[in-house]
């Protein structure tokens, strides 16, 4: 499916969402969400099998309580391997084809004034997505209104030479929401941050596609224990958004929480994972 379809498939999808969530108590059936999104349930179930690559009813297990607390415990299970070696298949992609280089004092100082960055808008399966990048790398991805894009980079950096213009590598990027071995080159990331928030971020690099992990988890992962809440606040200034994949860290007790780019694009992004890894059956709603 076209990259464009995926996402005028979203908002729709993403409005059923936000109504199962919602009536969760309820448990609407697939009529009435059908009819809440304004669609006959034959078309609400196929759009939807088009864009998850799932049914609603394999979705909505993948996004319940149970299925997160399940998935925290096998994350944890497997956390050596991905946070200390790097060895799993999923997280040796980001670890082979992700480059972090961290900006110098002088590259963002007085609202990055040396620095020229170069921002094009595109369509993704989660919605409209800015990505922006300078002459070292990728410095900003965000799910936001291509109207708004701007002033979402300016915000960052207010005294950037910001230019609108497409680059190659912004191409490049939307490749994550294929499949990561499709990237031809490593992708370099020219990052704004703490050294504490760099860490927090290259250890979310390591959380391999299609697992959930904690705060907690990942203040052990990088040494500090004790600092659970330290690394909330890096993760909720990530500026690289799906391509770190802070959706991918919940609360212990399996509720997923919040997301800078909204907490129902964050269950979507969980559920549509999740079925690019997990057996599909035929299983209807």
């Not at 040494?223 to 770190?244: C, D, E």
């Amino acid at each position: 499916m076209k990259t464009s379809e995926m996402y005028l498939n979203y908002n729709r999808i993403e409005k059923a969402i936000a109504f199962i969530q919602a009536n969760f108590k309820k448990q609407p059936s697939l009529e009435e969400i059908a009819a809440h999104v304004h669609l006959s349930p034959f078309h609400f179930q196929r759009l939807f099998q088009e864009w998850a690559g799932t049914t609603p009813k394999k979705f909505l297990q993948y996004i319940s309580l149970q299925h997160a607390k399940h998935l925290l415990k096998e994350t944890q299970s497997i956390a050596e391997a991905t946070y200390m070696t790097g060895l799993s298949s999923s997280s040796r992609l980001h670890d082979l084809f992700v480059k972090v280089e961290s900006m110098t004092p002088a590259e963002y100082k007085n609202g990055g004034a040396k620095l020229t960055i170069y921002y094009s808008t595109h369509l993704s399966p989660f919605g409209p997505i800015c990505i922006a990048s300078t002459e070292k790398g990728i410095c900003h991805i965000a799910f936001v209104d291509p109207q708004k894009a701007l002033s979402n980079i300016r915000e960052q950096y207010p005294l950037a030479n910001v230019i609108r213009k497409e680059l190659p590598r912004h191409i490049e990027v939307l490749h994550i929401f294929d499949d990561s071995a499709q990237l031809k080159n490593p992708l370099h990331l020219h990052l704004k941050g703490t050294p504490f928030q760099l860490k927090v971020w290259e250890a979310l690099l390591k959380v391999p596609k299609g697992c959930l992990t904690t705060y907690a988890h990942l203040a052990e992962a990088i040494g500090h224990p004790k600092a659970s809440r330290a690394v909330g606040t890096a993760i909720g200034s990530n500026p690289i958004a799906y391509l770190i994949p802070c959706h991918r860290v919940i609360q212990s007790s399996g509720i997923f929480g919040g997301y800078m780019w909204g907490p129902i694009r964050k269950a979507a992004i969980i559920g549509w994972e999740q079925a690019q890894v997990k057996d599909i059956t035929d299983e209807t709603f």
